[in-house]
């Protein structure tokens, strides 16, 4: 079971856990053993509330795929175990972050100062660049 906050989970059967031969270096080993795992997430399926199904579906991430499943692949480990945690501990982070609210960004004016500072240094650059020029008078 995942606890994304205090009265929303995911019950572990929502979860579809598959093991796969992780990628990559890793010897003799990595071509013995199915260390990685494919977690798989279906939004539309699940028990979440909807404000968490909108958020998620609205997201351009390539990890969701246009049936509306997750599909997270966790290879860093070398355990099974190891992988399973950090691939829910990964769909956790995500849905934190979907239905994190933004903050409405608020216009500001520049201060009189800060103008005149800005118009200041790009007139002493434009100076300092107009004597780059060829030196003639030979």
Same mark, same amino acid.
């Given at each position: 079971?995942?606890?994304i906050s205090?009265?929303v989970?995911?019950?572990e059967?929502?979860?579809?856990?598959?093991? @796969?031969? &992780? $990628?990559g270096?890793?010897?003799q080993?990595?071509n013995?053993v199915?260390?990685a795992?494919? +977690?798989?997430?279906? !939004?539309?399926?699940?028990?979440?509330?909807?404000?968490?199904?909108?958020?998620l579906l609205?997201?351009?991430?390539?990890?969701?795929?246009?049936?509306?499943?997750i599909? @997270?692949? &966790? $290879?860093q480990?070398?355990?099974?175990e190891?992988n399973?945690?950090d691939?829910?501990?990964? +769909?956790h982070?995500? !849905?934190?972050?979907?239905?994190r609210?933004q903050?409405?960004?608020r216009?500001t004016?520049?201060?009189r100062?800060?103008q005149?500072k800005?118009?200041?240094t790009?007139t002493q650059?434009?100076?300092?660049?107009?004597?780059?020029?060829?030196?003639?008078?030979?």
């Open positions: 079971m995942i606890i205090g009265n989970t995911i019950p059967d929502e979860l579809e856990f598959s093991a @796969i031969r &992780a $990628q270096s890793g010897g080993n990595v013995k199915s260390s795992i494919h +977690l798989r997430f279906d !939004i539309k399926k699940s028990s979440l509330p909807d404000f968490y199904k909108e958020r609205n997201l351009k991430d390539s990890r969701i795929n246009k049936d509306g499943v599909v @997270i692949k &966790a $290879q480990h070398r355990t099974q190891k399973r945690q691939a829910c501990e990964r +769909l982070a995500m !849905i934190k972050d979907a239905t609210v903050k409405t960004r216009s004016k520049p201060t100062s800060s005149r800005r118009v200041d790009k650059r434009g100076k300092t660049k107009s004597l780059r020029g060829k030196v003639s008078g030979y």
